[in-house]
């Protein structure tokens, strides 16, 4: 049962486009959630997150939305550069119970394309 | 500074056989988490380590059992492996701060585990 989902195994933008990464999840626990940019052979790097109690959070090119309703989020690279072509993971957690082991999706390939 | 690192890299181990991965938080940090990310899926919650105990554990059997050293160093053990074992292997470390560790957790570049 999967509680974070990202079903977009690839996505292909131009560069100087907008890439959108998509997220939905299941628990309602969740009060905070990540997301995470992995390039081959190197560990998940954090790139930014949101609280549950915002609905937008954005650092330079990057923007991520919740909808808690919907129980999904996005992620929006503007513009987008080659080097943003990595594997992007989407991560959630739950801080009521004082846990803070992150739950993953299976990320989501994004290639930019010249 | 460092940031979190883990050995070995690479390692090849025979089903039934045990193995011990090790990591090193990033400078600063004294929690340190374990994660289990086979391939085309996203890492999986193995447990976390804090104060030398396990703090949390997520949905793995026993064979998966772990230390933390006074240094904040940690190790990963697995008994009696498994085909399904292979995977990459990724250690986390954050601080803890009212009792929760720091929302961003920071990622070391994981070992490579072949079961054969």
């Known amino acids: 049962d999967q509680q974070v989902k990202q079903n977009s195994p690839s996505l292909s933008v131009q560069e100087g486009r907008i890439s959108i990464l998509n997220c939905d999840y299941t628990?309602?626990?969740?009060?905070?959630f990540l997301w995470y940019k992995k390039y081959p052979a190197e560990g998940p790097t954090f790139l930014i997150s949101?609280?549950?109690?915002?609905d937008k959070n954005e650092d330079g090119r990057f923007t991520v939305f919740l909808n808690k309703s919907a129980k999904h989020l996005s992620l929006h690279i503007v513009p987008s550069q080659p080097g943003d072509s990595a594997v992007y993971f989407c991560?959630?957690?739950?801080?009521?119970?004082?846990?803070?082991?992150?739950?993953f999706g299976k990320g989501t390939h994004l290639i930019i394309q010249p | 500074d460092a940031g979190v690192t883990q050995s070995p890299t690479h390692l090849i181990k025979t089903r039934g056989q045990q193995v011990t991965l090790r990591c090193s938080p990033k400078?600063?940090?004294?929690?340190v988490s374990w994660y289990q990310q086979a391939l085309g899926q996203g890492p999986q919650f193995i447990f976390q380590?804090?104060?030398?105990?396990?703090?949390q554990r997520g949905n793995f059997p026993d064979r998966f059992s772990g230390h933390q050293f006074p240094n904040y160093s940690s190790e990963l053990n697995v008994n009696a492996l498994l085909l399904g074992d292979s995977a990459l292997y990724l250690c986390?470390?954050?601080?803890?701060?009212?009792?929760?560790?720091?929302?961003?957790?920071?990622f070391g570049p994981g070992t490579r585990l072949t079961v054969t």
């Open positions: 986390a470390s954050s601080h803890i701060t009212g009792g929760l560790s720091s929302y961003e957790q920071y």
């Open positions: 628990n309602s626990m969740f009060d905070y």
């Open positions: 949101i609280s549950s109690i915002k």
């Open positions: 991560a959630a957690r739950a801080t009521g119970g004082g846990a803070d082991g992150l739950t």
């Open positions: 400078s600063g940090h004294d929690t």
């Open positions: 380590y804090y104060e030398e105990e396990e703090r």
